[in-house]
């Protein structure tokens, strides 16, 4: 009888590649260790398996939270709920959705549960508890790595003994971005960079610091970052574009190097993704409640309409129009791949069979105004194509959550 857990590494990478949908791959990880093992390798690829992406559903265990509408839930209401005794059918599992089955599979795993979760690339989504412990973990292996304490970010609020730090716990990191793969335990060339605070301003990290180190950038209230050529690039409201080089910790440079074209809503989110070695900046238009436009002054709920996508352009010689150093070309096709964006690290994933191409995946990320709705977020998810300009659904939209809204796991 064939001893399959002796197969050679490089034999098991070959099968693990041929592997399209996530549902082969989680049980080629079960097989034994040695299989499992061969996540290490493959996820340098940050498209793994790259045909089928899955949803993360909201957390089985937050029906227990108490419910809120627009009020932010105290620090003393939320610590005893969690630690609350009681069973919860299902309270360790987190429910995924996907694409090449239209089904819903359940996993043990409680590392993600009863957490703000954010999808960070490369497979690995960073946690954040209501005790103020951030981590990153890789579903597949379980596996967890300790980021610096959400305390010990600069501090954005001032706490007093009516207003702790759980008190915004899961509204105070909005974005995360992974630099490289942790492997292996080797993680000095991973740098998590996020979005935090009240201001929404950029903070960095490496696995085993002790604090989250502040970029200082002429600009807030940011959406969006992208690691692209060993330096980070961020979009802030206004659709300005900043490079941010952190290679020398003391001697961070910062620079703005573009911006959209004028007549854009600053409430509408905007994305930054690397396609085929250059930058798209995606502005995703925003109507309904909240976006005070006046046709839709009637409308209980806000809504994705719509789309722009612009591609970063160096300029040779001449100047933007804004003074900047790129120009924004707007650009109507993504060709034969798709667009991921939510609470999520942006990813353009090529077309199959599963992911239809020139298309935009977008989940409801949109916390300001999902904190007064009292469900929570989640409704605003759908399919946007990019030729036609019209949206449909990709899964039944049912699934609210005032902490962790479905997410891409990609």
């Not at 993360?56 to 937050?62: K, N, V």
């Not at 959705?97 to 703000?116: D, Q």
């Not at 039944?396 to 990609?410: D, G, L, Q, R, V």
């Given at each position: 009888m064939a001893d399959w857990a002796t197969l050679p590494i490089d034999i098991l990478v070959l099968i693990a590649k041929r592997l399209e949908f996530f549902e082969d791959f989680?049980?080629?990880?079960?097989?034994?260790?040695?299989?499992?093992?061969?996540?290490?390798?493959l996820g340098k690829d940050r498209t793994l398996p790259p045909q089928s992406p899955w949803v993360?559903?909201?957390?089985?265990?937050?029906k227990k939270f108490p419910m809120v509408t627009g009020d932010m839930i105290s620090s003393e209401m939320l610590v005893k709920e969690v630690e609350k005794k009681e069973h919860i059918e299902g309270m360790n599992k987190r429910r995924f959705?996907?694409?090449?089955?239209?089904?819903?599979?359940?996993?043990?795993?409680?590392?993600?549960?009863?957490?703000?979760c954010l999808g960070v690339g490369y497979g690995w989504l960073l946690t954040i508890d209501y005790d103020l412990q951030i981590k990153l973990l890789h579903p597949y292996t379980r596996k967890q790595i300790d980021m610096p304490h959400l305390l010990s970010f600069k501090n954005q609020y001032n706490y007093d003994k009516d207003f702790k730090p759980q008190d915004v716990?899961?509204?105070?990191?909005?974005?995360?971005?992974?630099?490289?793969?942790?492997?292996?335990?080797?993680?000095?060339?991973?740098?998590?960079?996020?979005?935090?605070?009240?201001?929404?301003?950029?903070?960095?990290?490496?696995?085993?610091?002790?604090?989250?180190?502040?970029?200082?950038?002429?600009?807030?209230?940011?959406?969006?970052?992208?690691?692209?050529?060993?330096?980070?690039?961020?979009?802030?409201?206004?659709?300005?574009?900043?490079?941010?080089?952190?290679?020398?910790?003391?001697?961070?440079?910062?620079?703005?190097i573009a911006r959209i074209p004028d007549g854009f809503n600053p409430l509408n989110r905007k994305y930054l993704v690397e396609s085929s070695g250059c930058i798209l900046l995606i502005i995703r238009i925003g109507r309904g409640a909240g976006f005070d436009?006046?046709?839709?002054?009637?409308?209980?709920?806000?809504?994705?309409?719509?789309?722009s996508i612009f591609k970063l352009e160096e300029c040779h010689g001449e100047r933007s129009s804004h003074n900047y150093p790129y120009r924004m070309t707007?650009?109507?096709?993504?060709?034969?791949?798709?667009?991921?964006?939510?609470?999520?690290?942006?990813?353009?994933?090529?077309?199959?069979?599963?992911?239809?191409?020139?298309?935009i995946y977008f989940s409801d990320d949109n916390l300001v105004l999902y904190s007064e709705q009292?469900?929570?977020?989640?409704?605003?998810?759908?399919?946007?194509?990019?030729?036609?300009?019209?949206?449909?659904l990709h899964y039944?939209?049912?699934?609210?959550?005032?902490?962790?809204?479905?997410?891409?796991?990609?």
């Open positions: 989680i049980g080629f990880c079960v097989v034994c260790k040695s299989w499992q093992s061969v996540t290490s390798i993360m559903l909201t957390d089985i265990a937050e959705f996907s694409f090449s089955t239209s089904k819903i599979y359940e996993f043990e795993l409680p590392e993600a549960t009863r957490k703000k716990v899961y509204s105070f990191v909005t974005k995360a971005v992974m630099s490289s793969n942790p492997q292996n335990n080797c993680n000095e060339d991973c740098i998590i960079l996020a979005i935090y605070g009240e201001y929404r301003v950029l903070a960095y990290a490496k696995p085993g610091d002790e604090v989250w180190t502040n970029i200082n950038v002429p600009s807030k209230v940011f959406t969006d970052v992208v690691y692209y050529k060993e330096k980070f690039y961020a979009v802030d409201c206004h659709g300005v574009v900043f490079v941010c080089d952190i290679s020398d910790v003391n001697d961070s440079k910062v620079a703005a436009y006046e046709e839709d002054i009637d409308r209980l709920f806000y809504y994705t309409s719509g789309f707007r650009i109507d096709n993504l060709g034969d791949k798709s667009l991921f964006v939510g609470y999520n690290a942006s990813v353009l994933l090529p077309s199959s069979r599963c992911v239809k191409a020139n298309c009292p469900y929570g977020g989640g409704h605003d998810t759908g399919i946007f194509d990019v030729e036609s300009g019209s949206i449909s039944a939209s049912n699934f609210m959550s005032h902490i962790t809204p479905p997410i891409w796991f990609i």
